[in-house]
C-alpha cells in the first residue's frame, strides 16, 4: 500500500514536471497537453483520500478581514436581487429551490482552513455554512451523479467538480464568514468554500448546484486551468 503510494506520488511529481516544460516551449503541443491533463487528473483522483481533514488554522492566523482579497469577473461587485434562491438539480429526487434561511435549518459546520489562489496568494477567514454531503442528502442525490456543477450569477462564472470533493466533510456552501453574513465581495449571498480545493474552484455568488453525470467545464477551466486543482 505504501510502495503503491510512493509510486503514485513519484507518478504525479513527474507528470507536473512535465506539464511544466510543455508550457514553456513554443512549439505548439496541444494535443500532449491534452494527454499530460488527462494523465494528471487520473493522478490526483487517485491520490485524494475522501477521509483526510485538512488541519484547521489558529484563531492567531486569521487574516485581517480588510486584506482578504476580492475576486469576482463582473466590473461591479455583484450584487443578488430580493428574489434570490438557490436551485438545486439535475440527478436528485426532489429537485429543490432554497433561501439561506432554508439552509441555515440544515446542521451548521464551521471551517478556518487557507485560502490558497492559483495567483500566488493565500489567506485565512473563518467560514460558516452548510456542508453540502448534507445538501445532497437533502435533496436525494443520485449516486449515479459523479460530478457536481456549481454556477453563478456572476457573468456565468462556473465551476465542475468531482463528487468525492464535493462530499468531502470541509466542502461547505457558506453564508457567513468571520462570524458575520457572507460580505458581497466574499460571494454573498452563497458561496462555495472548501479545504480540499484551489481558490477558482470555489464558485461565489451561487445561483445553482447540480447534480451530474458528467463533468462540465468552468470559467478557468475553459482557459485551460487544471479541472481538479486539489490542494
Ligand atoms: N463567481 C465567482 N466566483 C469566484 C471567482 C469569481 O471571479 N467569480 N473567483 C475565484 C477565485 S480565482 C478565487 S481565488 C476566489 C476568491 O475568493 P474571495 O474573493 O473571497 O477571496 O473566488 C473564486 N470564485
Ligand atoms: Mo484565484
Not at 467560514?127 to 456572476?154: C, K, L, N, Q, T
Request: net charge neutral; aromatic share 10%.
Amino acid at each position: 500500500m505504501r510502495d503503491a503510494l510512493l509510486t503514485r506520488r513519484r507518478l504525479l511529481v513527474g507528470a507536473s514536471a512535465l506539464g511544466l516544460a510543455a508550457c514553456d516551449s513554443t512549439r505548439p503541443q496541444a494535443g500532449f497537453l491534452g494527454a499530460m491533463e488527462r494523465f494528471n487528473l487520473r493522478a490526483q483522483r487517485a491520490l485524494f483520500d475522501p477521509e483526510r481533514l485538512a488541519p484547521e488554522e489558529p484563531l492567531s492566523a486569521l487574516t485581517p478581514p480588510e486584506h482578504f482579497p476580492a475576486y469576482f469577473i463582473s466590473p461591479e461587485v455583484p450584487r443578488a436581487p430580493a428574489s434570490w434562491a438557490l436551485k438545486v438539480g439535475g440527478l436528485v429526487a426532489r429537485p429543490s429551490v432554497l433561501t439561506v434561511e432554508d439552509l441555515r435549518r440544515l446542521p451548521r459546520a464551521d471551517l478556518r482552513v487557507r485560502h490558497h489562489c492559483v495567483e500566488g496568494w493565500s489567506a485565512v477567514a473563518a467560514w460558516h455554512g452548510v456542508r453540502v454531503r448534507d445538501v445532497a442528502e437533502a435533496v436525494g442525490a443520485d449516486p449515479r451523479a459523479g460530478y457536481v456543477e456549481f454556477r453563478s450569477f456572476d457573468l456565468g462564472y462556473a465551476s465542475s467538480w468531482d463528487r468525492p470533493s464535493a462530499m468531502h466533510a470541509q466542502t461547505l456552501l457558506a453564508y457567513g464568514m468571520n462570524g458575520e453574513p457572507l460580505p458581497a465581495a466574499h460571494g454573498a449571498p452563497l458561496r462555495l468554500y472548501s479545504a480540499v480545493k484551489l481558490g477558482y474552484k470555489m464558485v461565489k455568488y451561487l445561483t445553482e448546484v447540480n447534480f451530474l453525470p458528467e463533468p462540465t467545464g468552468g470559467y478557468w477551466e475553459d482557459q485551460g486551468y487544471e479541472w481538479f486543482a486539489g490542494v
